[in-house]
């Protein structure tokens, strides 16, 4: 199934989600709502065909909802109950909006992203440095694998011990080559005339479609039912 | 020279390149706040510390006014879409304006100028315990809600609140100081070394 949606309804789903992220679940309705705002973008990412992304944050995701209901309810205190409940709870809290930022990052073009923003006229400034960001995360994670597998062959495993020699091992190799791939980056966007006083075209033509506002429709109403339930009544 | 003063699309990049650095610094410090709560208050020693390497490079990097306001943008952005709230935002982009001005003010090059710069820019820290101290019957009840135990959020609000926020803010200060003295002697020893500044 083809579901390709709007950058500008992706926005606005992750401004939703996090949103709600903010407000904590009290009654079973407020969870379905929370379940349901997770459970969108997930299906959407199958729908993107990125499967293994998809089945890990579900796995992920309902192990720790399951923690959460099953040993919250049966808890008799304990550090190791009291730490896992914590991290599930964490899970549980922040995983929709990892989950909607995630699936945004993920399925959306640069040229896209950058196209919606200049719709929604957004300072070229901002644009490019937030898209700079998106496109960052990953590749600061593929830095520092390649990073711990050089420091692995000299036999350097965690610094010795050493707290301040650990940060410096990662962190130092992983500026060097983030200040390179900065430099050629922005070689490449200058060549592509980002940063030019002309008003840039775009190849990709954006439009919403009854998808999107469906989309929308969706999350603002599952956003107004989740406030009027929790503080409304 | 009055042609560079407007960013360019090399600046904006590397203001993208170093948000995300610190970005990713922040979510790994903060990822040990789950153990106790105490270190949720020690972010104000951890963060500005190990902060002080990546943004002592990018001092290097700035020459222009507003680099550091939209970093500190970026910053109060992500913080709202990872769940950190809105309510710390104003604060987030303020710290950031007033680093950017004293910074400007040494013209981007003197060394105390930028010291005091990245303390100021530290304070973002303290700016994300800005909804703990506003809302705290709520945030404390939807700690625990959320699967914290009664511990953790009373143990938490023994090291945040309005009491020990002052205290709070004047170390994130002094270590955002320290930060930047030790990232500029780091920045020294390995990128000037290897001229990549």
Not at chain 1, 168 to 197: H, K, Q, W
Request: charged content about 15%; proline content about 3%; hydrophobic content about 55%.
């Amino acid at each position: 199934m083809e579901m390709k949606l709007d950058p500008r309804t992706k926005l606005f789903m992750v401004l939703i989600v996090s949103t709600i992220v903010m407000m904590s679940a009290t009654t079973p309705l407020l969870w379905a709502v929370r379940i349901l705002i997770t459970l969108i973008p997930l299906v959407l990412l199958v729908a993107e065909k990125k499967y293994s992304s998809a089945l890990k944050f579900f796995l992920l995701y309902v192990t720790a909802l399951v923690v959460n209901f099953v040993v919250l309810v049966n808890s008799d205190g304990g550090i190791v109950v009291s730490l896992l409940t914590g991290y599930c709870g964490i899970v549980v809290q922040f995983m929709p909006s990892v989950i909607t930022a995630w699936y945004f990052i993920r399925t959306t073009k640069t040229d896209e992203f950058i196209s919606a923003m200049q719709k929604m006229h957004v300072p070229d400034g901002l644009t490019i440095s937030l898209a700079v960001v998106m496109r960052f995360f990953p590749t600061i994670a593929e830095e520092y694998r390649h990073i711990n597998d050089a420091m692995k062959m000299r036999g350097i495993v965690l610094g010795g011990g050493n707290v301040v020699k650990m940060v410096e091992f990662r962190m130092i190799p992983l500026l060097f080559s983030c200040v390179n791939i900065g430099d050629e980056l922005s070689a490449a966007a200058v060549t592509r005339g980002l940063g030019g006083t002309v008003k840039r075209s775009s190849v990709v033509d954006l439009r919403l479609t009854v998808k999107d506002i469906f989309m929308m429709a969706l999350f603002l109403s599952a956003a107004i039912l989740f406030i009027a339930v929790k503080y409304i009544r | 020279m009055d042609k560079s003063k407007k960013l360019t699309a090399k600046d904006f990049i590397t203001i993208g390149i170093f948000t995300a650095i610190i970005f990713v610094v922040e979510m790994a410090v903060g990822m040990t706040g789950y153990i106790h709560p105490y270190i949720v208050a020690g972010y104000v020693v951890l963060l500005p510390l190990v902060c002080g390497i990546p943004m002592m490079l990018y001092y290097t990097k700035i020459e222009k006014f507003g680099m550091l306001t939209i970093m500190s943008v970026l910053m109060a952005i992500i913080m709202f879409v990872t769940g950190m709230g809105y309510l710390g935002a104003p604060l987030i982009i303020l710290t950031g304006l007033i680093a950017d001005l004293i910074a400007k003010s040494g013209g981007y090059k003197s060394y105390k100028k930028t010291v005091i710069s990245n303390a100021f820019m530290s304070l973002w820290v303290c700016a994300n315990y800005f909804p703990i101290l506003v809302t705290a019957d709520s945030y404390r009840k939807s700690l625990i809600e959320g699967g914290f135990s009664e511990d953790y959020a009373n143990s938490l609000f023994r090291a945040v609140n309005p009491k020990t926020i002052g205290i709070l803010v004047i170390v994130c200060f002094i270590f955002g100081i320290i930060g930047a003295v030790l990232g500029k002697k780091v920045v020294r020893k390995h990128f000037e070394k290897a001229g990549i500044v």
